[in-house]
């Protein structure tokens, strides 16, 4: 039943739940749970909660309060572990908020740079502006040199031209008319005289040219004023979006505050509701009428108990059987399982012998085979041996019967014929013919001849006859000394084989032995198979009498768990208001975190804005000083254009001299030409350098323009970036107005639920002091005689409070005593599962009669192949003696070979 002891209270002390326990220990599903705390100490209750220290135990486990704190325990985790995970989602949220910190910072990281790269580019401008200036200096100064020392030298040269011309004018007065050189000179003097109007012409349209320059690069320099005083506007306009923005800074920095204020008084309004929860937790006189609802409740369970362990002895009675004979069941299986060990011992031996006798049998079969080899070899060389013996015996046989007469024969022969010879030669001498001498005479040398040869080769032939026969005699001892040692070897092989065949014939029986041994072990198997089935079944039906009496078990239970309903939706209000509680400090905590993360993005704000402040300071002080040269560049620019005015005038009066007199202009030409070269070369050099001049300075406004209008787009680009930060800090605190709204909405929910809450915590309090211990009969002592019968019914109370408590005792002592007996059946059957059942060695048996099978298979396919083997040696013994007999054959007739040639 899953009941556990109840520690005992101290002496003299009252027990009340606290509402912090309870919080702590309730479920979702508000299981009603109790703990003890002390109170206040009793004098008058002191003996009495000695002597029923037991019985409370007793009570509380008879009302089911251990397993209650357990359940309340396991659910109140769940609701810690579902407190952690919202916790970890608002710890995830504040990473993402230290993420966009971070992004905040690498954000300004990169506005710092920019400024830097842009105090960077305006000390670059500065020099550019510098460099221009001092060009715009030097050129002043050249045209300062000009008109300090060319006009005034050319201003002496030309009043001396012109005295010598009022000279030479008074000398053609005085004197007579032109002569030819004279009018030669004049027309010389023309001609160059309208050279240098040419060249005049020339110079006025090139200063002409320069002027029209000027005027064009004074238009430039308008332009880039005007875009100068645009970027002005533009920062200006930019100031005011910065002041704009920190305007809605300052307001929203002032919203917070507010919020900060609103948030102390919220936790003032929360303080307050803790005062009042304190003070309505006086309010617990009403769960007196559950109490004794309660009491009655508490008779009609005792009843239950009752039967219930009336059951659990019967039960435990047949526990005790049924224990026993799985005790029995267990030894039987430890001993097959010896048997099967020491079995499977056995035939792993038989296997390991089985393989070394098949490995000695091919070893065997291939000796057999080799000696099977030598033995046809010997048969056959002995067979042509006894052959080779055979011809030369008939050979010999032949000779000795027919050729040594025939010799004979010849020899008679000869000698009949060496005397009839002689006959003839005695003849012939007694005739006395010389012819007929010398014809007889070569016929007889021929003759004598031929039989000589005869007699050699028939001596030779008896000669080499002998020999053979001498050798074949000896090849004939050698080889029957050979079939010996052959015959002694196969007698040794046959002994061996014969042994092998031995142990072989005891493997099979030893075999036979074992397939006894595996069906008397599978009939054993069976008979056990066949008992726990049995037992199952008996295991089985009591099995089914302990689910009838855990059905009744519950039926009690639920009967108790319908009173407790009430009590767990009590516990299951409390927690739910401690989690809105909870979830609303979490809310003020990530609302805190907000706020901090808030002003610190204010801060960084107010740094940027500061900084672009002093950039705009640098900025406006850079271009006072810009328009300051430009305004210096512009008037020493007039000052030049006076003073290249007054110079064109002067050249306007110097060419205003048509009228006067050609002989000065002759007489002034080799003067002039020099002089005017001289002017003309030293102004175009001096154009042409301000040109140069003019259009590097061009170049270095153009870039000035081009840096101006970048950082004009960055600026833009910041300008858009600050308004984008406005918009998510307006977002946000339409966002914090939004959960401050939500929040009051919760708070006003939060203090209806606590006030709820309190009302139930002294409920509970109570039931919870009045189940914990029976009545007090010496409060009632005063009823004794004034009430006798309220006194008799509480005394009836009193003793039935006290057998509930001791039946509670003894359900829970026999309920662990049902735990321990179920831990030994599941490790019983643990171990009965662990062991090798009856179906796992009949698999083994099989497998071996498998194995068995096939290794008598693979002896008979080794037989089969044995005898292929032998009739294959047997074939080729065949082909090695009719080669052999070949073999004598070719060595035969070469031996007659060698002999005829001899």
Not at 236 to 253: F, G, P
Not at 258 to 272: D, I, S, V
Not at 673 to 685: D, E
Not at 822 to 847: F, G, P
């Amino acid at each position: 039943m899953g009941l556990e002891t109840y520690t005992k209270p101290s002496q003299g002390s009252d027990f009340l739940p606290t509402s912090h326990e309870i919080r702590n220990d309730a479920s979702d599903e508000g299981v009603f749970v109790m703990t003890a705390v002390p109170g206040v100490k009793d004098d008058s209750t002191h003996q009495r909660e000695e002597d029923t220290g037991q019985d409370e135990r007793d009570f509380f486990q008879e009302i089911g309060y251990h397993d209650f704190v357990k359940s309340f325990c396991v659910e109140s985790d769940q609701n810690l572990s579902e407190d952690f995970a919202k916790l970890r989602a608002k710890a995830n949220e504040c990473q993402e908020l230290k993420r966009s910190l971070d992004d905040l910072e690498s954000n300004l990281k990169t506005v710092r740079k920019e400024a830097t790269a842009s105090r960077e580019r305006d000390a670059i401008e500065q020099k550019q502006s510098d460099d221009l200036l001092e060009q715009i200096r030097e050129m002043e100064d050249r045209a300062i040199m000009i008109e300090t020392m060319l006009l005034p030298q050319a201003r002496q040269r030309i009043q001396e031209m012109e005295a010598n011309n009022a000279e030479i004018q008074r000398k053609i007065l005085k004197g007579p008319g032109w002569t030819e050189e004279q009018e030669a000179e004049r027309a010389q003097l023309a001609e160059a005289y309208n050279q240098s109007q040419n060249e005049a012409d020339e110079i006025n349209n090139r200063m002409s040219t320069l002027r029209l320059s000027v005027q064009s690069k004074e238009q430039k320099v308008e332009s880039l004023v005007k875009q100068r005083d645009q970027l002005n506007f533009q920062l200006d306009m930019v100031e005011e979006d910065m002041a704009k923005a920190n305007r809605n800074m300052l307001a929203k920095k002032q919203a917070v505050d507010n919020e900060r204020t609103k948030h102390k008084e919220w936790e003032m309004n929360l303080e307050q509701l803790k005062s009042e929860l304190s003070d309505l937790d006086k309010e617990r006189d009403e769960a007196k009428e559950d109490a004794d609802l309660v009491a009655t409740e508490v008779e009609n369970i005792r009843a239950a108990l009752v039967n219930v362990a009336n059951d659990h002895t019967n039960l435990i009675k047949s526990h005790a059987i049924t224990t026993d004979e799985l005790e029995a069941i267990k030894k039987e299986n430890i001993d097959i399982t010896c048997i099967n060990a020491e079995m499977s011992k056995t035939l792993d031996l038989k296997r390991s012998e089985h393989r070394l006798l098949l490995k000695e049998r091919s070893k065997m079969a291939k000796l057999l085979e080799l000696i099977d080899q030598k033995t046809n070899e010997t048969e056959n060389e002995r067979k042509t041996l006894e052959n080779k013996m055979a011809a030369i015996s008939v050979e010999t046989a032949q000779i000795e019967r027919i050729e040594l007469p025939m010799l004979a024969k010849e020899n008679e022969t000869s000698k009949r014929e060496i005397r009839r010879l002689l006959m003839e030669l005695q003849a012939i001498n007694r005739k006395g013919s010389l012819g007929q001498y010398c014809t007889s005479l070569s016929s007889l040398k021929n003759f004598a001849l031929y039989l000589f040869l005869t007699a050699i080769s028939s001596i030779i032939f008896a000669a080499g006859i002998k020999k053979a026969v001498h050798e074949s005699e000896i090849a004939k001892a050698r080889i029957d000394e050979d079939l010996e040692r052959d015959e002694a070897r196969l007698e040794k092989l046959l002994d061996t084989c014969k042994e092998k065949q031995m142990q072989l014939n005891n493997m099979k029986a030893r075999n036979r032995e074992l397939e006894s041994a595996t069906a008397c072990a599978e009939e054993k198997a069976n008979r056990q198979r066949d008992r726990c089935e049995v037992e199952r079944e008996e295991h089985n039906k009591q099995s089914k009498v302990l689910m009838d009496l855990r059905d009744d078990i519950r039926n009690t239970k639920r009967e108790f768990g319908l009173h407790t309903e009430q009590i767990r939706k009590a516990k299951s209000a409390i927690l739910r208001a401690d989690d809105l509680i909870s979830k609303e400090h979490s809310r003020l905590h990530r609302i805190n975190e907000e706020r901090h993360a808030i002003e610190n993005d204010i801060k960084c704000y107010n740094e940027q804005s500061s900084d672009l402040k002093s950039r705009r300071e640098k900025n406006a002080i850079a271009i006072d000083n810009l328009c300051r040269e430009i305004d210096s560049a512009d008037k020493r620019r007039e000052e030049l254009r006076k003073q290249l005015r007054q110079s064109i005038c002067e050249k306007d009066i110097i060419a205003s001299f048509p009228n006067r007199i050609e002989l000065w202009r002759v007489l002034t030409y080799s003067l002039t030409t020099p002089m005017l070269s001289f002017i003309q070369g030293a102004q175009v050099v001096a154009t042409q350098a301000e040109i140069d001049r003019m259009q590097q300075n061009m170049k270095s406004l153009q870039s000035a323009l081009e840096l101006g209008s970048h950082r004009f787009t960055c600026l833009k680009k910041e300008l858009e970036e600050a308004h984008q930060r406005n918009q998510e800090l307006l977002d946000e605190n339409r966002r914090m107005n939004e959960m401050f709204e939500i929040q009051k909405e919760q708070s006003e929910f939060l203090a209806q639920l606590e006030y709820d809450i309190s009302r139930q915590r002294g409920k509970n309090q109570l039931l919870a002091i009045e189940v914990g211990r029976p009545i007090n009969l010496h409060r009632w002592r005063h009823i004794q005689n004034s009430d006798p019968v309220k006194w008799s019914l509480i005394e009836k109370v009193h003793k039935l409070q006290k057998q509930v408590i001791s039946s509670t005792d003894r359900v829970a002592s026999q309920s662990s005593i049902i735990e321990s007996k179920k831990k030994l059946l599941a490790k019983l059957k643990h171990e009965v599962s662990n062991q090798s059942s009856v179906e796992s060695i009949k698999s083994q048996l099989l497998r071996l009669k498998s194995n068995y099978q096939e290794l008598n298979k693979e002896i008979k396919v080794n037989d089969l192949e044995l005898q292929q083997m032998v009739e294959k040696a047997e074939c080729l013994k065949g082909e090695v003696l009719q080669l052999e007999k070949k073999r004598l054959e070719m060595k035969s007739a070469y031996i007659v070979s060698v002999i005829g040639s001899h």
